[in-house]
T-cell receptor, first 117, second 115 residues
Protein backbone atom coordinates (compact mmCIF):
# COMPACT_ATOMS: atom_id res chain seq x y z
CA UNK A 1 0.00 0.00 0.00
CA UNK A 2 0.91 3.64 -0.25
CA UNK A 3 3.45 4.92 2.21
CA UNK A 4 3.94 8.34 3.72
CA UNK A 5 7.20 9.08 5.47
CA UNK A 6 8.20 11.84 7.87
CA UNK A 7 11.59 13.14 8.83
CA UNK A 8 12.83 13.48 11.45
CA UNK A 9 10.97 11.05 13.66
CA UNK A 10 12.10 12.85 16.77
CA UNK A 11 13.64 16.25 17.37
CA UNK A 12 14.69 18.16 20.46
CA UNK A 13 15.44 21.84 20.12
CA UNK A 14 16.03 24.91 22.21
CA UNK A 15 13.36 27.53 22.70
CA UNK A 16 13.50 30.20 19.99
CA UNK A 17 14.87 28.00 17.24
CA UNK A 18 13.01 26.84 14.13
CA UNK A 19 12.37 23.23 13.22
CA UNK A 20 11.50 21.82 9.81
CA UNK A 21 9.54 18.59 9.42
CA UNK A 22 9.32 16.84 6.05
CA UNK A 23 6.43 14.75 4.81
CA UNK A 24 6.86 12.63 1.69
CA UNK A 25 4.52 10.41 -0.26
CA UNK A 26 6.79 7.58 -1.37
CA UNK A 27 4.98 5.90 -4.24
CA UNK A 28 2.17 8.23 -5.19
CA UNK A 29 1.61 11.88 -5.97
CA UNK A 30 -0.35 14.03 -3.56
CA UNK A 31 -1.71 17.39 -4.60
CA UNK A 32 -3.02 17.81 -1.09
CA UNK A 33 -1.44 16.86 2.20
CA UNK A 34 -2.66 17.53 5.71
CA UNK A 35 -0.84 18.41 8.91
CA UNK A 36 -2.09 17.40 12.33
CA UNK A 37 -0.81 17.78 15.85
CA UNK A 38 -1.58 15.49 18.75
CA UNK A 39 -1.07 16.15 22.44
CA UNK A 40 -0.69 13.23 24.87
CA UNK A 41 -3.86 11.20 25.27
CA UNK A 42 -5.73 13.49 22.91
CA UNK A 43 -6.92 13.04 19.37
CA UNK A 44 -5.44 14.46 16.22
CA UNK A 45 -6.22 18.10 15.57
CA UNK A 46 -6.11 19.29 11.97
CA UNK A 47 -3.77 22.24 11.64
CA UNK A 48 -3.73 22.97 7.94
CA UNK A 49 -4.25 21.70 4.44
CA UNK A 50 -1.14 21.84 2.29
CA UNK A 51 -1.77 22.47 -1.41
CA UNK A 52 0.88 21.81 -4.05
CA UNK A 53 1.89 25.03 -5.74
CA UNK A 54 -0.29 27.30 -3.68
CA UNK A 55 -0.75 28.62 -0.16
CA UNK A 56 -1.77 26.36 2.66
CA UNK A 57 -5.19 26.64 4.24
CA UNK A 58 -5.04 26.93 8.01
CA UNK A 59 -7.64 25.89 10.53
CA UNK A 60 -9.08 28.44 12.90
CA UNK A 61 -6.74 29.25 15.72
CA UNK A 62 -3.58 28.03 13.96
CA UNK A 63 -1.02 30.79 13.37
CA UNK A 64 0.18 30.68 9.78
CA UNK A 65 3.27 32.73 10.59
CA UNK A 66 4.15 30.30 13.34
CA UNK A 67 3.62 27.12 11.34
CA UNK A 68 4.97 27.66 7.84
CA UNK A 69 3.91 25.12 5.26
CA UNK A 70 5.52 24.63 1.86
CA UNK A 71 4.25 22.08 -0.66
CA UNK A 72 6.90 22.43 -3.32
CA UNK A 73 6.29 19.20 -5.21
CA UNK A 74 3.67 16.49 -5.57
CA UNK A 75 5.53 14.27 -3.14
CA UNK A 76 6.85 16.67 -0.51
CA UNK A 77 5.31 19.02 2.04
CA UNK A 78 7.24 20.68 4.83
CA UNK A 79 6.10 22.15 8.11
CA UNK A 80 8.41 24.65 9.80
CA UNK A 81 7.73 25.53 13.41
CA UNK A 82 9.25 28.99 13.74
CA UNK A 83 10.63 30.35 17.00
CA UNK A 84 9.55 27.23 18.81
CA UNK A 85 8.49 27.38 22.45
CA UNK A 86 7.84 24.62 24.99
CA UNK A 87 4.10 24.80 24.33
CA UNK A 88 4.80 23.76 20.73
CA UNK A 89 6.06 20.42 21.99
CA UNK A 90 3.74 17.85 20.46
CA UNK A 91 3.42 14.95 18.05
CA UNK A 92 3.09 16.24 14.49
CA UNK A 93 1.58 13.94 11.86
CA UNK A 94 1.07 14.46 8.16
CA UNK A 95 -1.23 12.61 5.79
CA UNK A 96 -1.94 12.34 2.09
CA UNK A 97 -4.54 10.72 -0.08
CA UNK A 98 -3.73 8.44 -3.01
CA UNK A 99 -6.24 9.47 -5.66
CA UNK A 100 -5.30 6.58 -7.96
CA UNK A 101 -7.16 4.19 -5.69
CA UNK A 102 -10.91 3.92 -5.38
CA UNK A 103 -10.99 3.67 -1.62
CA UNK A 104 -10.40 7.32 -0.70
CA UNK A 105 -7.82 6.02 1.72
CA UNK A 106 -5.81 8.63 3.55
CA UNK A 107 -2.34 7.51 4.54
CA UNK A 108 -0.66 8.88 7.60
CA UNK A 109 2.99 9.33 8.29
CA UNK A 110 4.61 7.82 11.38
CA UNK A 111 4.70 11.20 13.11
CA UNK A 112 7.40 13.51 14.42
CA UNK A 113 7.87 14.00 18.15
CA UNK A 114 8.94 17.60 18.80
CA UNK A 115 10.30 18.54 22.19
CA UNK A 116 11.17 22.19 22.82
CA UNK A 117 13.35 22.81 25.85
CA UNK B 1 -21.11 23.35 17.63
CA UNK B 2 -19.72 20.48 15.61
CA UNK B 3 -18.60 17.49 17.63
CA UNK B 4 -17.40 13.94 17.17
CA UNK B 5 -17.67 11.84 20.30
CA UNK B 6 -16.48 8.34 20.96
CA UNK B 7 -18.39 6.59 23.69
CA UNK B 8 -15.66 5.95 26.16
CA UNK B 9 -12.10 6.95 26.69
CA UNK B 10 -11.16 3.37 27.57
CA UNK B 11 -12.71 -0.04 27.08
CA UNK B 12 -11.47 -3.28 28.65
CA UNK B 13 -12.78 -6.64 27.52
CA UNK B 14 -11.91 -10.31 27.75
CA UNK B 15 -10.08 -12.00 24.89
CA UNK B 16 -12.47 -13.76 22.52
CA UNK B 17 -15.35 -11.38 23.14
CA UNK B 18 -16.65 -8.83 20.68
CA UNK B 19 -15.52 -5.27 21.24
CA UNK B 20 -18.00 -2.58 20.22
CA UNK B 21 -16.94 1.03 19.95
CA UNK B 22 -19.32 3.90 19.31
CA UNK B 23 -18.86 7.14 17.40
CA UNK B 24 -21.49 9.87 17.49
CA UNK B 25 -21.38 13.16 15.68
CA UNK B 26 -23.45 16.33 15.60
CA UNK B 27 -23.85 19.07 13.04
CA UNK B 28 -21.87 17.30 10.32
CA UNK B 29 -23.06 15.73 7.08
CA UNK B 30 -20.05 13.61 6.25
CA UNK B 31 -19.46 12.15 2.82
CA UNK B 32 -17.97 9.12 4.52
CA UNK B 33 -16.71 7.90 7.86
CA UNK B 34 -13.50 6.06 8.63
CA UNK B 35 -12.02 4.09 11.48
CA UNK B 36 -8.33 4.08 12.26
CA UNK B 37 -6.08 2.27 14.68
CA UNK B 38 -3.31 4.12 16.46
CA UNK B 39 -0.57 2.55 18.54
CA UNK B 40 1.41 4.65 21.05
CA UNK B 41 3.90 6.97 19.37
CA UNK B 42 2.76 6.03 15.88
CA UNK B 43 0.60 7.57 13.19
CA UNK B 44 -2.96 6.30 12.60
CA UNK B 45 -3.45 3.28 10.36
CA UNK B 46 -6.54 3.14 8.16
CA UNK B 47 -8.91 0.24 8.85
CA UNK B 48 -12.27 0.76 7.20
CA UNK B 49 -14.26 3.34 5.28
CA UNK B 50 -18.03 3.48 5.00
CA UNK B 51 -19.89 5.88 2.75
CA UNK B 52 -23.03 7.83 3.56
CA UNK B 53 -25.18 5.51 1.43
CA UNK B 54 -23.82 2.32 2.99
CA UNK B 55 -25.20 0.68 6.11
CA UNK B 56 -22.51 -1.86 6.90
CA UNK B 57 -18.97 -2.76 5.87
CA UNK B 58 -16.88 -5.77 6.86
CA UNK B 59 -13.23 -6.68 6.71
CA UNK B 60 -12.06 -9.92 8.30
CA UNK B 61 -12.92 -9.61 12.03
CA UNK B 62 -13.96 -5.98 11.70
CA UNK B 63 -17.43 -4.63 11.05
CA UNK B 64 -18.59 -1.05 10.78
CA UNK B 65 -22.14 0.26 10.66
CA UNK B 66 -23.23 3.76 9.72
CA UNK B 67 -26.58 5.29 10.60
CA UNK B 68 -26.83 8.79 9.14
CA UNK B 69 -30.22 9.33 10.80
CA UNK B 70 -28.85 8.63 14.26
CA UNK B 71 -25.53 10.22 13.26
CA UNK B 72 -23.75 7.22 14.67
CA UNK B 73 -21.24 4.58 13.66
CA UNK B 74 -20.50 1.36 15.48
CA UNK B 75 -17.17 -0.44 15.13
CA UNK B 76 -17.01 -4.11 16.07
CA UNK B 77 -14.01 -6.41 16.52
CA UNK B 78 -15.10 -10.03 16.81
CA UNK B 79 -13.04 -12.74 18.49
CA UNK B 80 -10.87 -10.03 20.00
CA UNK B 81 -7.20 -10.72 20.69
CA UNK B 82 -4.64 -9.00 22.94
CA UNK B 83 -2.96 -7.77 19.73
CA UNK B 84 -6.09 -5.72 19.03
CA UNK B 85 -5.26 -3.51 22.02
CA UNK B 86 -4.77 0.02 20.71
CA UNK B 87 -6.55 3.34 20.42
CA UNK B 88 -9.27 3.40 17.79
CA UNK B 89 -10.20 6.65 16.14
CA UNK B 90 -13.38 7.55 14.33
CA UNK B 91 -12.95 10.13 11.57
CA UNK B 92 -15.34 12.02 9.34
CA UNK B 93 -14.65 13.31 5.85
CA UNK B 94 -16.24 16.70 5.50
CA UNK B 95 -16.39 19.00 2.48
CA UNK B 96 -17.30 16.22 0.07
CA UNK B 97 -15.17 13.70 -1.82
CA UNK B 98 -12.51 15.94 -3.27
CA UNK B 99 -8.85 15.39 -2.60
CA UNK B 100 -8.96 18.37 -0.27
CA UNK B 101 -11.83 17.11 1.85
CA UNK B 102 -10.80 17.29 5.48
CA UNK B 103 -10.64 14.35 7.83
CA UNK B 104 -11.73 15.30 11.33
CA UNK B 105 -11.04 12.91 14.19
CA UNK B 106 -12.94 11.89 17.27
CA UNK B 107 -11.30 11.71 20.66
CA UNK B 108 -10.51 8.01 20.37
CA UNK B 109 -11.22 4.95 22.50
CA UNK B 110 -8.35 3.09 24.10
CA UNK B 111 -9.19 -0.61 23.82
CA UNK B 112 -7.50 -3.18 26.04
CA UNK B 113 -8.02 -6.90 25.47
CA UNK B 114 -7.04 -8.98 28.47
CA UNK B 115 -5.96 -12.60 28.01
Amino acid sequence: GAVVSQHPSRVICKSGTSVKIECRSLDFQATTMFWYRQFPKQSLMLMATSNEGSKATYEQGVEKDKFLINHASLTLSTLTVTSAHPEDSSFYICSARDLTTSTDTQYFGPGTRLTVL
Amino acid sequence: SQKIEQNSEALNIQEGKTATLTCNYTNYSPAYLQWYRQDPGRGPVFLLLIRENEKEKRKERLKVTFDTTLKQSLFHITASQPADSATYLCALAIDGYSSASKIIFGSGTRLSIRP
